[in-house]
């Protein structure tokens, strides 16, 4: 374990300029010489899109999550890691692997790019669980601790999700005024969340099976599914055929499911064109449904648009209101995008709408068998207020 004296300085550098200090653990981050424009090494920095969750406990299964590919998180609770991190908390694809089906060993297992924190736990855990900073080193992810979080998530707030990157500096405990240009050269060339597809390099790259005697038969589209959704078709006693985001209309179709379901996933929805047809030649055919980035392809195929927000929903007390019943969930969210509720077709219904800004978070079709919610009904942190939703699906099946 990373002992409070043993960390090295480290530093969050944002591309406006800012820099946050502290400490990193897990895997150590690069020197800012070693920064690359080089599609496989950025692939393997500590880069990305800056945004932050206010959960207080799931810190596992944050950066095991695919939908926090390409980000840097900061956890606005302050102390993380108290509880340790075993294997089986993970939301890695349907049979627990990571990467691509049939990667023996994918280098980056956990798709966030890094962990920011407030302060580590380095003391005990219980028994059969490894430490987070021991987690995320076996997988090569970086984290940083001592960071003053609040200020780094007030200037997110204030001025939307930036690009950042996680250095230490080759020499001494500071950034040399070269080493602080050399980031900021770097990030000025780092592409936005908006416009860059995440999705393709993701999940299964054959079809998996999941409780192969159950019924109704659900094809889930794999965008970067979290192992969760799975777990709970599987519970209702659905056969799963998780299969990858590249199939075709007719492929899909001649598995012969009862239901479709898009899974989330990162990135930018408008990008993902191949996915946007396959949801269109298929709503009206198959009882269809969407969570997460899967919403906002099947609004896009519904002929609505999408833009990016500020700085996104993310954590596990967001308030959704269901506009039927006038009830409100606590809900789980991790998204940058939203629906745009002026473009949506007369035939569709906003379902769930954001209780605080407000923002499209669920539609159902008037006449199709047609569902979807943008926050995820299988890890609601009541923990069951919103798993009835899987069942409203089911019911259109």
Not at 95 to 106: I, Y
């Amino acid at each position: 374990m990373a002992k409070a004296d043993e960390r090295k300085a480290a530093f969050v550098v944002l591309e406006d300029g800012s820099v946050f200090a502290g400490e990193h653990f897990g895997w150590p981050p690069p020197c800012p010489e070693q920064l690359s424009h080089d599609e496989d090494g950025a692939s393997k920095l500590p880069v990305g899109e800056v945004v932050f969750n206010p959960g207080m406990a799931g810190y596992h299964g944050i950066p095991t999550d695919p939908a926090y590919s390409g980000q840097i998180i900061v956890m606005t609770y302050p102390h993380i890691g108290n509880y340790g991190s075993d294997e089986r908390w993970s939301e890695f694809g349907p049979d627990g692997k990571a990467g691509r089906q049939g990667e023996e060993e994918p280098w980056r297992r956990l798709k966030a790019r890094a962990l920011v924190v407030r302060s580590l736990y380095d003391g005990p855990i219980p028994s059969g669980r490894v430490s987070l900073h021991q987690y995320m080193e076996s997988y090569r992810t970086t984290g940083i601790t001592g960071v003053d979080t609040r200020a780094l998530t007030l200037r997110i707030r204030s001025g939307g999700s930036p690009t950042g990157v996680i250095v230490r500096p080759a020499a001494g405990s500071d950034l040399t005024d070269e080493e602080r240009r050399l980031c900021l050269a770097y990030l000025a060339g780092y592409p936005r969340m908006e416009g860059c597809d995440l999705v393709t390099c993701l999940g299964t790259s054959e079809t998996v099976i999941v409780n192969t005697s159950g019924e109704p038969h659900i094809c889930l589209v794999d965008c970067g599914v979290k192992a969760n959704i799975v777990r709970e078709l599987a519970a209702l006693g659905c056969r799963v055929s998780v299969v990858p985001n590249s199939i075709g209309v007719d492929d899909l179709l001649a598995l012969e499911p009862d239901g479709i379901l898009f899974s989330n996933g990162p990135g930018d929805p408008a990008v993902l064109p191949h996915l946007v047809g396959l949801a269109w030649g298929l709503i009206g055919r198959k009882p269809t449904f969407g969570i997460c980035l899967g919403h906002q392809i099947i609004s896009l195929a519904l002929g609505a648009t999408t833009f990016k927000m500020k700085f996104g929903h993310h954590g596990v007390n967001n308030p959704v209101r269901d506009e039927e019943t006038g009830v409100i969930l606590i809900t789980s969210q991790n998204h940058g995008f939203s629906v745009e509720e002026s473009a949506l077709p007369p035939e569709c219904s906003v379902w769930f709408r954001n209780a605080n800004d407000r923002t499209v978070e669920g539609i159902a079709h008037r006449t199709l068998p047609v569902l979807t919610a943008q926050f995820h009904p299988e890890a609601a942190p009541g923990p069951r207020d919103s798993g009835w939703i899987f069942r409203r699906f089911l019911e259109r099946v």
